[in-house]
């Protein structure tokens, strides 16, 4: 499995296990000694992440001879220390990193990193006309991250802190502050996972909205977990349907619908989530006239807060690309929400006109 895999390095008995966790939540991977290296020169890999102690000049020399194996390969190198020292880091670039990264490390910004590197290596660089610089894309990786930890906590209950969370907002926040939707949208396109990039995609226009309503940071924080979770019930929705190139059929819209109901219920099961968080989850399909889903509620049976929800997930999904669909541009798709008469809050829609016009480029 080389060839689509990453070569994790390191000099103890196992990985270190933070490492190896991060990397296997996303990448085929696969660990190997210092000293195993040599028996395996022959192969292709993806990336090599060295995630070994050079502060040492046993260290250091030990791994220098070990990466000798590879000296007639392309393979770049991202390496990862204990600390910012200036001297591992120069030893790091000596001895070949395309990149260096030191603990404490977040997810986020290990994936960004090896996601850059593995697009480098393949001879497609991220062209920054399509995205952010380096420092600005931290909102996207921390909601991608922020998003398959929410996933695995639906599935398998597996814990979600309220300050994993609240971290995630809060770079998506810095994230928006400092550049426009037209770019948010161009790094959410990077993304694979339909399901991963409609979720991103209500994040940003939920923020973005919120900014321009005038709210405060703790209610962009509110609109920001909210768009992060209010499609969580997903998690309870086969894959293949979730991805599925064609058009659902009528079974499957039916079955595609109960992820609202899914979702209400994932948060109350395990708690510790706010009622408008929760109401997110399972109110983002109703309308104002009764036709929505799952519950079929009316007027003020529907908050404000899952309102502006309402509006960033119709708008998203209205622009988002379809094998089966066009994708309609901002200006049309706000057009088609001015029509959704006694399903909208009108004054809501009204404001998010200027939304739209921010992201006119879409078309």
């Not at 986020?108 to 991220?126: C, E, H, K, N, T």
């Not at 979730?242 to 009528?250: V, Y």
């Not at 309308?287 to 509006?311: A, K, N, Q, W």
Request: net charge neutral; charged share 20%; glycine share 10%.
């Amino acid at each position: 499995m080389s060839g689509d895999s990453i070569l994790l390095v390191h000099d103890g008995v196992a990985p270190r296990p933070d490492i190896l966790g991060f990397l296997l939540n996303r990448y085929k991977v696969l660990p190997r000694r210092v000293r195993d290296l040599v028996g395996i020169r022959n192969e292709n890999y993806l990336l090599m992440v060295v995630d070994c102690r050079i502060g040492r000049t046993s260290d250091l020399r030990e791994l220098t001879e070990a990466l000798k194996a590879f000296a007639q390969k392309s393979i770049r190198k991202l390496f990862i220390s204990d600390g910012p020292d200036r001297g591992t880091t120069l030893s790091a670039e000596a001895i070949g990193a395309a990149a260096h990264l030191h603990r404490p490390l977040e997810a986020s910004s290990l994936y960004f990193s090896v996601d850059q590197l593995i697009l480098a290596g393949m001879g497609r660089p991220v062209d920054p006309a399509r995205g952010l610089p380096a420092q600005k894309a931290r909102g996207l990786y921390a909601g991608i991250d922020i998003t398959e930890r929410i996933l695995q906590f639906a599935i398998t209950g597996q814990k979600l802190s309220q300050d994993e969370l609240y971290s995630a907002g809060d770079a998506l926040i810095e994230t928006m502050t400092e550049t426009s939707l037209a770019d948010w949208v161009r790094l959410v396109k990077l993304h694979h996972s339909r399901t991963y990039r409609h979720s991103l995609l209500v994040t940003g226009i939920v923020v973005g909205f919120g900014m321009h309503l005038g709210f405060g940071h703790s209610d962009l924080r509110r609109v920001a977990l909210a768009g992060l979770l209010h499609d969580i019930g997903k998690a309870c929705i086969p894959v293949d349907l979730l991805e599925k190139p064609d058009q659902l059929t009528p079974d499957e819209h039916i079955i595609m619908k109960r992820h609202a109901a899914a979702g209400r219920e994932i948060l109350r099961k395990h708690g510790g989530f706010s009622p408008d968080l929760v109401d997110a989850a399972g109110q983002h399909h109703e309308f104002l006239d009764g036709s929505g889903y799952p519950d079929g509620l009316m007027g003020s049976s529907i908050s404000d807060f899952v309102r502006l929800v309402t509006i960033a997930d119709i708008f998203s999904a209205l622009i988002e690309e379809r094998s089966y669909k066009s994708q309609l541009s901002a200006l049309d798709a706000y057009a088609i929400m001015q029509g959704m008469k006694g399903q909208l809050d009108p004054a809501l829609v009204s404001a998010f006109a200027h939304v739209a016009q921010q992201s006119s480029f879409v078309g």
